[in-house]
């Protein structure tokens, strides 16, 4: 009986161990291949995270509008040389450049060129002409005014007519006027004395001019034609003249 038995348990102890061998193995294989696909999934997830923070960092370092450029170079804006170059304003050449009002007189009757009337002259009434100031230069004080004859025979133009004290703003005068000073003529009158050259000497020219003075001047009454003259050289700031002839029958 014992003989039969033991052949029966030596018998079972290697297929035992057969089994649980098999069993290890399978195990073993088990965690090999739950390790490895353990590695494959956190390298999944690395590749996705690496994946999705290029994605998500892409947008954030190509966003090359911040550095809007047409804001910062607005050079328009700041290179307006139209307004730093404004010549015209500078050069006003008609403003500065206005000339300045000239002394002008008229007489009735009496045209610069012309012919004294009869009328004027010692073959008429000797009547005194009447003087128009026209236009007067800025800063008359006073007037003075002369007629004399350069044509005469006599070593000085022979002088008709003086005139002085006359107020810087009058309109006309003429003869026997008050307020107005009148000094002697070559006739030795201190009035008007009309043209009167020698018979037959052809015609003479009678000068007209009048004076504009930048100050009253005080004078002594009964200065002749070149005494005033000089009394007033001093002072005059414009002159003007009206030539007109005259000529006595022999």
Same mark, same amino acid.
């Given at each position: 009986?014992?003989?039969?038995?033991?052949?029966?348990?030596?018998?079972? #102890?290697?297929?035992?161990? +057969?089994? +649980?061998?098999?069993?290890?193995?399978?195990?073993?294989?088990?965690?090999?291949?739950?390790?490895?696909?353990?590695?494959?999934?956190?390298?999944?997830?690395?590749?996705?995270?690496?994946?999705?923070?290029?994605?998500?960092?892409?947008?954030?370092?190509?966003?090359?509008?911040?550095?809007?450029?047409?804001?910062?170079?607005?050079?328009?804006?700041?290179?307006? %040389?139209?307004?730093?170059?404004?010549?015209?304003?500078?050069?006003?050449?008609?403003?500065?450049? $206005?000339?300045?009002?000239?002394?002008?007189?008229?007489?009735? /009757? =009496?045209?610069?060129?012309?012919? +004294? *009337?009869?009328?004027?002259?010692?073959?008429?009434?000797?009547?005194?002409?009447? $003087?128009? =100031?026209?236009?007067? *230069?800025?800063?008359?004080?006073?007037?003075?005014? =002369?007629?004399?004859?350069?044509?005469?025979?006599?070593?000085?133009?022979? +002088?008709?007519?003086?005139? !002085? #004290?006359?107020?810087?703003?009058?309109?006309?005068?003429? /003869?026997?006027?008050?307020?107005?000073? !009148?000094?002697?003529?070559? %006739?030795?009158?201190?009035?008007?004395?009309?043209?009167?050259?020698?018979?037959?000497?052809? *015609?003479?020219?009678?000068?007209?001019?009048?004076? %504009?003075? /930048?100050?009253?001047?005080?004078?002594?009454?009964?200065?002749?034609?070149?005494?005033?003259?000089?009394?007033?050289?001093?002072? $005059? =700031?414009?002159?003007?003249?009206?030539?007109?002839? !005259?000529?006595?029958?022999?």
């Amino acid at each position: 009986m014992s003989d039969t038995t033991e052949p029966s348990s030596n018998a079972s #102890g290697p297929r035992w161990v +057969v089994i +649980v061998g098999s069993v290890l193995v399978v195990v073993v294989a088990a965690v090999a291949a739950f390790v490895v696909f353990s590695g494959d999934d956190d390298d999944d997830d690395t590749t996705t995270t690496t994946t999705i923070a290029s994605e998500t960092t892409t947008p954030d370092t190509t966003a090359a509008p911040t550095t809007e450029a047409p804001t910062t170079t607005e050079s328009p804006a700041t290179t307006e %040389a139209p307004t730093t170059t404004e010549p015209p304003a500078t050069t006003e050449a008609p403003t500065t450049t $206005v000339a300045p009002v000239d002394l002008e007189f008229t007489m009735a /009757d =009496i045209d610069d060129g012309g012919q +004294v *009337p009869v009328e004027f002259s010692c073959d008429g009434e000797n009547t005194p002409p009447i $003087v128009t =100031i026209v236009a007067r *230069p800025e800063g008359t004080a006073e007037l003075a005014f =002369i007629v004399d004859d350069p044509d005469a025979p006599t070593d000085d133009p022979f +002088v008709h007519w003086v005139v !002085y #004290g006359i107020p810087g703003d009058t309109a006309e005068f003429t /003869d026997g006027e008050d307020g107005l000073t !009148y000094g002697v003529n070559d %006739a030795n009158l201190e009035e008007w004395f009309g043209p009167c050259p020698p018979p037959g000497d052809g *015609p003479h020219e009678y000068v007209f001019t009048l004076f %504009a003075l /930048d100050q009253k001047l005080v004078l002594d009454a009964g200065l002749d034609g070149r005494e005033l003259a000089e009394a007033i050289a001093g002072a $005059v =700031i414009a002159e003007a003249e009206v030539t007109a002839s !005259y000529e006595r029958a022999s």
